[in-house]
């Protein structure tokens, strides 16, 4: 018995030790923007942002307001994010409304109200879904493919 306690408070301690470390890194904690590029771009009237490339860079897409579609690529098991995604979004109608090209690995989009139909290509490999975007919320899609680099 002493030695399961011997092992167990050291166990406890470091983990007292890193819930301040824990803590920091769930926070929205102010960002480094000197290095940041993302820059609002707009297409056919429709706003957008493309990037996330870094931890500061995903961070200053993940904190923008003002957006209703957000689209977010990865590969793999480890869903790990990927810049270079050719994207095509659509009315219902089959209007393109906007084309990106390796955009990524985060896209938020200010879109009107409507049902809309996006289109991520990767490698030739195409991934498609839909979105209904209104006056509410922001409707998230990840496209995801399983492919290696």
Not at 58 to 80: R, S
Not at 84 to 109: E, F, H, N
Request: charged content about 15%; aromatic content about 6%.
């Amino acid at each position: 018995m002493k030695h399961v306690h011997a092992f167990i408070l050291p166990l406890a301690a470091m983990g007292l030790l890193m819930f301040p470390v824990m803590l920091q890194a769930a926070s929205l904690e102010p960002i480094d923007s000197s290095g940041v590029q993302v820059q609002r771009q707009e297409q056919n009237g429709i706003t957008y942002l493309s990037g996330g490339v870094g931890e500061d860079e995903a961070k200053a897409i993940q904190q923008a307001t003002g957006y209703n579609l957000h689209m977010t690529f990865a590969i793999g098991p480890e869903n790990k994010y990927i810049p270079d995604v050719d994207v095509v979004i659509q009315k219902a109608q089959g209007q393109t409304v906007l084309t990106l090209s390796q955009a990524g690995p985060l896209v938020y989009v200010q879109l009107p109200p409507g049902k809309y139909t996006v289109v991520a290509t990767r490698n030739g490999e195409e991934r498609r879904d839909t979105a209904e975007v209104g006056s509410g919320g922001a409707h998230n899609l990840v496209f995801h493919w399983n492919g290696g680099e």
